[in-house]
């Protein structure tokens, strides 16, 4: 048999890996954040009633044609595609192409797709909640080319995503358009203390009433890894 | 002859002794063959001998009841190791969220070490390394967790790395205790980080190579043939699993090629590329089929005949499916099947012929 010592090599792998993503964690969030946004429940919802994960995490939630069929990206067109480097040549299953997206949050590009296509609840003001204000306004091959044309740090939100061709059939002509499929990460942790306000205020919830509604401070680190800075709860209009 | 120095090389031998004794005991009943009485004492002795060497060493099955008991415990051992990983999981996630996030980080650290340590510590006291084995699995379904859900904890962009520290892991304790399921689990790992790092090369996302066959095929490829760039004197049964391994995950990353030919990386259409693939795939089955022949690697025989079928069938499905009255369809295929058994059936015959 084996002696002890070269057993050792394996907790060292187990030790070398977490202090990797620890130091990866360190490296993200060291100075200033990259960006510090403030979102709604509408952009992150939580979900909490799960029996067998007692973990809370955030869905990220943007207004996109993956949730709103109706939506385009009407920038994605074939020139930014092709600046992307999208493979647009061949057939609808081609790979999507990893970019860097930037989200605006409560923007004119929402503002704007609200006037054209207004939903009944509108008439009631303020604006329902249920739609997400966050909409990817563009994309770069690089984040900093990005941050230079949104410098905005409260209110653009640069992330990694995926971008994906397809095409359309326009009267006669076959068009091709570009979606963003998705945005990596999607699904962001709600550590203690958070984590259990969520819960405390879903359980205090009136039967029957709808989901509470909260603010989150959001930072988003170096490598673009965002982390939850503030949960607060916002009463109903 | 070199004495077993593994497990599996003292059980080959014990079986060969075992089916000698038969066939001794046979051709004495027919009259074949008769021993002396001085002769047969010396080769019982022998045997008996052996026997009881290779059962203290290796703790072998010596007989056909205690080999099928064998078979029923590793099963049991299997399914009891995959149930514990599932177990752990479980456990984690119902209460990781009552947990402030330094426990999580320490707990997700501490398991698999803890479980290491346990698998050494059976290893020094069984030869059979069922619990062994079994603990093992849970070690490396327990790292599988902590580097998944520091991830998720932390949300950080995933990295091919993961599947490297996991294949690093799973290989260690495989060439460790011999064992033979953490060394398919530690290639599924390499093949993932060499499907991983050249998806990444290619200008994509790496969790993206499932839709990049042509990165698993590289995989696969390197997989089979590193069993012969690595001797592995003392692991004589492991170049059987990377070759198998490779086999499967090669001709299955063709098979998605020879179909869906968007999905390539090669600079042609996928009205070029899906015909390449196509006649790779025939080829390289019907390769596999030649080789194992000659080989004497049945398990490579059995790997191309299926993908061999499983591609020609494809193209069947292809030209035919659309058009054809389906009782026509389903009657090519048994022709062809008919067929195909008769050219096995020949190449058996030639084989005998051969012997």
């Known amino acids: 048999m084996k002696n002890w010592r070269s057993w050792l090599a394996l907790p060292a792998l187990v030790l070398l890996a977490n202090a990797w993503a620890l130091v990866s964690v360190a490296r993200n969030r060291s100075g200033e954040p990259g960006a510090v946004i403030e979102l709604t429940d509408a952009e992150l919802r939580a979900e909490l009633a799960r029996e067998e994960n007692s973990g809370v995490a955030f869905h990220l939630e943007w207004l996109g044609p993956a949730r709103w069929p109706s939506y385009r990206e009407e920038w994605l067109d074939a020139a930014k595609l092709a600046e992307l480097g999208v493979p647009t040549a061949r057939g609808q299953q081609r790979p999507g192409k990893p970019v860097f997206v930037a989200l605006e949050y409560d923007g004119p590009a929402w503002k704007d797709w609200m006037e054209k296509h207004p939903p009944e609840e509108v008439k009631d003001p303020p604006i329902p909640r249920s739609r997400s204000r966050l909409v990817v306004v563009d994309a770069a091959r690089d984040a900093a080319t990005l941050r230079r044309r949104y410098p905005d740090r409260s209110r653009y939100w640069i992330t990694r995503g995926l971008v994906r061709a397809h095409y359309e059939q326009e009267k006669e002509q076959r068009r091709i358009r570009g979606y963003v499929s998705m945005l990596v990460p999607d699904l962001i942790h709600v550590p203690l203390p958070w984590s259990e306000h969520l819960r405390e205020w879903e359980r205090k919830r009136p039967s029957g009433s709808p989901s509470p509604r909260y603010r989150v401070r959001l930072a988003v680190g170096h490598n673009l890894e965002p982390w939850v800075v503030d949960v607060r709860p916002e009463s109903r209009p | 002859m070199a004495e077993p120095r593994t497990r599996a090389q003292a059980q080959q031998r014990a079986d060969r002794l075992r089916v000698f004794q038969e066939e001794l005991a046979r051709l004495e009943a027919e009259d074949a063959l008769h021993l002396t009485s001085q002769q047969r004492e010396r080769l019982n002795s022998h045997v008996d001998t052996t026997m009881r060497g290779l059962a203290r060493d290796f703790d072998i099955d010596t007989t056909e009841s205690q080999r099928q008991v064998s078979w029923g415990m590793r099963i049991a051992a299997t399914a009891g190791a995959l149930a514990l990983c599932a177990a752990v999981v479980s456990f984690f996630y119902r209460y990781w969220g009552l947990l402030a996030t330094e426990v999580q980080v320490g707990l997700l650290a501490v398991t698999p070490i803890a479980c290491a340590a346990g698998a050494e510590f059976a290893a020094r006291r069984e030869r059979t390394l069922y619990f062994t084995g079994l603990i093992s699995v849970v070690a490396l379904g327990a790292f599988v967790l902590n580097v998944s859900v520091m991830g998720l904890i932390f949300n950080l962009v995933p990295t091919p790395g993961a599947p490297l520290a996991w294949g690093a892991f799973a290989m260690f304790l495989a060439y460790r205790y011999g064992l033979r399921l953490l060394l398919l689990a530690g290639i599924g790992f390499g093949m993932a980080f060499v499907g991983a790092m050249l998806t990444l090369a290619a200008g994509y996302f790496w969790p993206q190579m499932i839709e990049l066959p042509e990165t698993l095929l590289i995989a696969g490829l390197l997989s089979m043939g590193l069993p012969w760039v690595v001797p592995h004197r003392k692991r004589a049964d492991f170049p059987f699993v990377y070759l198998m391994a490779g086999l499967l995950v090669a001709f299955l990353a063709v ?79 048994a022709g062809v099947s008919i067929g195909l058994l008769l050219v096995f059936r020949a190449l058996r015959g030639r084989m005998t012929g051969a012997t």
Do not use: H
């Open chain 2, 255 to 333: 098979l998605v090629l020879s179909t869906v030919g968007e999905n390539s990386l090669l600079p042609f259409g996928d009205k070029t590329t899906e015909p390449i693939y196509q006649v790779l795939g025939q080829a390289g089955t019907a390769l596999a089929v030649w080789l194992g022949v000659r080989k004497g690697l049945p398990g490579v025989v059995n790997m191309g005949a299926l993908f061999f079928i499983l591609f020609l069938y494809a193209r069947f499905v292809d030209w035919w499916w659309d058009w054809m009255p389906k009782y026509l369809f389903f009657l090519i295929i």
